[in-house]
C-alpha cells in the first residue's frame, strides 16, 4: 500500500510506504506510531519497559538485543528514533531476519554502526539498511 510523499522531508512519509512496521524503542514518544496508524499502517511498538500506546497502536514488551523473532515476522519495515549505535546492529539483525527494511534515526552526531543510505529529513538524517539481498 503505497502512499504519495506529502512531505519528502518528514520521516513518516518514508515509513507510510509500508503495510507493517514495527517501532523498536517507542519511549513515551508515541506521536509517529499514532500517525502511521491513523495513516493505515499497521503498528507494533516495542520497548524494554511497558509503555502506554495509541489506539490502533500494538503493544510487545521486547528487548532489541535479544529480540523475540516473532515480533518481527511479517514486517516490511523496522523503524526507531534515536537508537544509540550499540542497537544499531541487534535491531538490523531483527529486521533482516524478518526480511524488512530497517530505517532509524540517530541522537546528535552519532553515526550508524551499520551500513546504510543517508536521506536528508526535517530532523536531520533518516538512514536506511535494506533488508538482505535475494
Excluded: K
Excluded at 520521516?11 to 499514532?34: N, S, T
Aim: net charge negative.
Amino acid at each position: 500500500m503505497a502512499h504519495s510523499r506529502r512531505n519528502p522531508d518528514a520521516m513518516i512519509d518514508y515509513i507510510d510506504e509500508y503495510d507493517q512496521v514495527v517501532e523498536v524503542g517507542i519511549g513515551h514518544r508515541a506521536d509517529l506510531a499514532r500517525a502511521l496508524a491513523e495513516r493505515g499502517v499497521s503498528v507494533t511498538s516495542t520497548d524494554v519497559h511497558d509503555r502506554d500506546v495509541p489506539d490502533g497502536v500494538a503493544f510487545v514488551r521486547d528487548d532489541i538485543v535479544d529480540p523475540d523473532p516473532s515480533v518481527y515476522a511479517g514486517a516490511d519495515a523496522v523503524y526507531a528514533r534515536n537508537l544509540p549505535p550499540e542497537l544499531h546492529r541487534p535491531a538490523l539483525a531483527a529486521a533482516r531476519a524478518a526480511d524488512a527494511d530497517f530505517l532509524f534515526t540517530t541522537l546528535g552526531g552519532d553515526q550508524p554502526a551499520v551500513p546504510v543510505e543517508r536521506v536528508t529529513i526535517e530532523a536531520g538524517t533518516l538512514y536506511v539498511a535494506r533488508g538482505p539481498p535475494g
